[in-house]
T-cell receptor, first 109, second 119 residues
């Protein structure tokens, strides 16, 4: 089955700086790659996603890139703000979603 | 839209007791997913339903776990008997699936979760 690895497990950034989280997947047939943000005490919330026929997608301060050949995808958050502090999960789907282990992002003022 | 509704939000029970978690998916969604989240294992898919029919229950840990979806607006996850290692946050999610493929962005909407503690 699909295996998704996510790095780093924790990420501390200064407010205003950029944050990058990277994921790799194993199943070349996976065709959908969402990113979820989970705040304390809440369920994961989709923030951006990308399909395998697209290399990059951007939504305001958030962007995702996909390299199908290398089987990795990344989340980029620019101009980070304290409210960006949360756990971020990547996932890959071929049939069902397989989640990465998560990245704890802390944005310090 | 009320979103995915789960109850209870917190459950504390003693080992050996039966636990029932409840979920109401978003109206109009026809796929429902039960996940378990722990520090050690992260987010794990336990089972998912499409049009009220269980499609994949390969993630259900053992026979103590069972899930039902009697209608499009309600699902339960039951643990009987419960054990301390079942302590986790259990999430329900729903999405809209068309003709066997999740439509649009394939977005799964998650509920707030049920934090289960088995002592």
């Amino acid at each position: 089955g699909e295996n998704v690895e996510q790095h780093p497990s924790t990420l501390s950034v200064q407010e205003g700086d950029s944050a990058v989280i990277k994921c790799t997947y194993s199943d070349s047939a996976s065709n959908y790659f969402p990113w979820y943000k989970q705040e304390l005490g809440k369920g994961p919330q989709l923030i951006i996603d990308i399909r395998s026929n697209v290399g990059e997608k951007k939504d305001q301060r958030i962007a995702v890139t996909l390299n199908k050949t290398a089987k990795h995808f990344s989340l980029h958050i620019t101009e980070t703000q304290p409210e960006d502090s949360a756990v971020y999960f990547c996932a890959a789907r071929r049939g069902k979603l397989q989640f990465g282990a998560g990245t704890q992002v802390v944005v310090t003022p | 839209d009320a979103g995915v509704i789960q109850s209870p939000r917190h459950e504390v029970t003693e080992m050996g007791q039966e636990v029932t978690l409840r979920c109401k998916p978003i109206s109009g969604h026809n796929s429902l997913f039960w996940y378990r989240q722990t520090m050690m294992r992260g987010l794990e898919l336990l089972i998912y339903f499409n049009n009220n029919v269980p499609i994949d229950d390969s993630g259900m840990p053992e026979d103590r776990f069972s899930a039902k979806m009697p209608n499009a607006s309600f699902s339960t996850l039951k643990i009987q008997p419960s054990e301390p290692r079942d302590s986790a946050v259990y999430f329900c999610a729903s999405s809209l699936t068309v003709l066997g493929r999740t439509s649009g962005r394939s977005e799964q909407y998650f509920g707030p979760g049920t934090r289960l503690t088995v002592t």
